[in-house]
Nanobody
Framework: QVRLVESGGGLVQAGGSRRVSCTAR????????VAWYRQGPGKQRELVAR???????TYADSVKDRFIISIGDDKDSVTLQMNNLKPEDTAVYYC????????????WGQGTQVTVSS
């Protein structure tokens, strides 16, 4: 299975911005459906954003108009730009490769912790 590595998390104040990134050896992200998920304290993992091979994007209602998923220029990474962060965005953020039907194809990495202080 594909192994993904997330990075870029940290502590940020409410209203601030943070960008997290994901890489995976041997994967050309622009050829795949790629998604960011998050798992907040005491919550289930949820889908945050998804990008299709053609570049089409979808977002959870809770992050729409604040988060942007994109493929890096090198095609070897996928980023999630998070703006106007809220304390409820505090979570461990994960990326993964999906099938066209939305099935997770890769192994879950360790994720990257984003903590938003009020």
């Amino acid at each position: 299975q594909v192994r993904l590595v997330e990075s870029g998390g940290g502590l940020v104040q409410a209203g601030g911005s943070r960008r997290v990134s994901c890489t995976a050896r041997g994967i050309i992200f622009s050829h795949n459906f790629v998604a960011w998920y998050r798992q907040g304290p005491g919550k289930q993992r949820e889908l945050v954003a998804r990008i299709a091979p053609g570049g089409g994007t979808t977002y959870a209602d809770s992050v729409k108009d604040r988060f942007i998923i994109s493929i890096g220029d090198d095609k070897d990474s996928v980023t999630l730009q998070m703006n106007n962060l809220k304390p409820e965005d505090t979570a461990v953020y994960y990326c993964n490769i999906l099938s066209r039907q939305g099935l997770v194809l890769g192994s879950w990495g360790q994720g990257t912790q984003v903590t938003v202080s009020s």
